[in-house]
């Protein structure tokens, strides 16, 4: 009975999407075989446990009279060794794998490869997309090619892909399980991911963070065409009209769910800037010149405070002088700072 549990268990599971360990773009599949290695390192360790587990439990029966009775017995130095040994080199081993990857596999580090087989120059440019996770949906703004789409994201495979995410009001996560890990959309922020595809079809990204009631449906497909294919598809994005400015995104950007695909022809200017500063609307101030004010204002401050106590602290060898003589001190005295 319990043997056919198992194999109906595993029919089950053959149902079962497997695109994260079986991905389609080098980032991702660098991180499924961090995920693979892990595992296995760390089954060094638990397997020897459970088997000896129960192979304790079974020779230590309390009916077994050939098992060796040692209640005296407090120490032994070679299974110290073994008992500390082995996890101490495991987890000497996983940090290193940890270090190596976590810089190698940085979101904001430029690609240095297409594949394990294709190195990429250091002056290659990458496909720059701008992505805003909205209420509830995605936009994808295109600044090189001029053109947008909200939820459906098309690029050219074996492409370095440098994404750009930001976030209109709550925070989401950015994920397409076929290219790379998830990346956190916030408002107010840039974050960037470099990712590219190897393979060609149509997969699923959505938003891993529960951001509302429409989250179950704050999906989009992601199609990896030929660079051909990926050209032509810009070029009837572009003839099929309609601009996206700032009054469309305000309209845009109002909560929906199970928006359809839109595509637009055009898109105004540092959009994208405004979004993230949080500017779009006519008369708002933006968060970056707010923030460089602010500090103009602090740096103003600062001086004036500093020129104010060189002016009120005068010099003790004239604390006797006629005041001129001190005003004189005041001048040509360097300052200690």
Known sequence: MP???????AACLTGCDTIVMNPAGDIAKQQAQLVTVSTLLMLIIIVPVIALTVLFAWRYRQNNTKATYAPD???????ELVIWGAPLLIIIVL???????THLLDPYRPLSRIDENRPLPASHKPLVVQVVALDWKWLFIYPEQGIATVNELVTPVDTPIRFKITAS??????YIPALAGQIYAMPGMDTTLNAVLNKPGVYEGFSANYSGAGFSHMRFKYHGVSSGDFDAWVARTKAAGGTLDRA?????????????????GGVESELYTAIINRCVEPGAACMAQTMADDAMRVRKALAKKEMEARRCTPNDSYAGAPAAQQTVALV???SKN
Do not use: C
Not at 73 to 79: A, I
Not at 95 to 101: A, N, R, V
Not at 169 to 174: G, H, I, L, V
């Open 3 to 9: 043997i056919i549990l198992l194999l109906l268990l």
């Open 73 to 79: 017995w407090d120490h032994s130095t070679q299974l």
């Open 95 to 101: 940090g290193l794998l940890t270090w190596i990857s």
């Open 169 to 174: 009001t709550a925070m989401n996560s950015f």
């Open 248 to 264: 469309g995104y305000l309209a845009l950007e109002k909560p929906s769910e199970r928006d359809p695909v839109r595509r637009f």
């Open 332 to 334: 040509t005295t360097p």
